[in-house]
């Protein structure tokens, strides 16, 4: 079975730096995904890390260690803009993905 | 914006009842998934249809059903509606080959079942 843990929520100010985890425990993993989604909107990728590292995507980040079962998103120099849900997901063979629950991060100013 | 669109945006439906959603994937894609999203909850994938044909499942019943089309477009088919069933469908395309991990998101039907 396939299952990613990710907390719920995070809040933090603009300009800040916010980590968020993901752990999971799949037969067969492939890779992680993430994806961001605005409120009403539509969940659009991020980034994708098949190997253990870091990508870094402008102020985003993604990390990813094998061996931990374990990845993070790094959003740098917050903005208001970042203010979204943040998922992680899992891909089997044909991008059938299995998603986390999700990480809503609130900016404040 | 990806290029994949989906309808109808919004609807309203009785429990029982049988709706029909539809998604146009972005051009190039062949391949289309389906995902349940309930409220503050992570994208579900239902199915996904490559070359006119279901290309694996997820943990749904079969009273969920699907259409590719020639020109790849989708319809995703629900019959006995649930209240359960109130949710955000999403479609999400992509081409078979493409970069992995990356699936491109239609903005979704917000079902409310009543």
């Known amino acids: 079975g396939q299952s990613l843990e990710q907390p719920s929520e995070v809040t933090a100010v603009e300009g800040a730096i916010v980590q968020i985890n993901c752990t999971y425990q799949?037969?067969?993993?492939?890779?992680l995904s993430w994806y961001q989604q605005h409120d009403g909107g539509a969940p659009t990728f991020l980034s994708y890390n098949a190997l253990d590292g870091l990508e870094e995507t402008g102020r985003f980040s993604s990390f990813l260690s094998r061996s931990d079962s374990y990845g993070y998103l790094l959003l740098q120099e917050l903005q208001m803009k970042d203010s979204a849900s943040y998922f992680c997901a899992e891909g089997a063979a044909g991008n059938k993905l299995t998603f986390g629950g999700g990480t809503r991060v609130l900016v404040k100013p | 914006e990806t290029g994949v669109t989906q309808s109808p945006t919004h609807l309203i439906k009785t429990r029982g009842q049988q709706v029909t959603l539809r998604c146009s994937s972005q051009?190039?894609?062949?391949?289309v998934s389906w995902y349940q999203q309930a409220l503050g909850q992570g994208p579900q994938f239902i199915f996904q249809y490559y070359r006119e044909e279901e290309n694996g499942r997820g943990n749904f019943p079969p009273r969920f059903s699907g259409l590719q089309f020639p020109n790849y477009s989708s319809e995703l088919n629900v019959n006995a509606l649930e209240l359960d069933d109130s949710a955000l469908y999403l479609c999400a395309s992509t081409r078979a080959g493409g970069a992995v991990g990356e699936l491109f998101f239609g903005e979704g039907s917000r079902l409310t079942v009543l």
């Open positions: 051009s190039g894609h062949n391949t």
């Open positions: 799949t037969s067969g993993f492939y890779g």
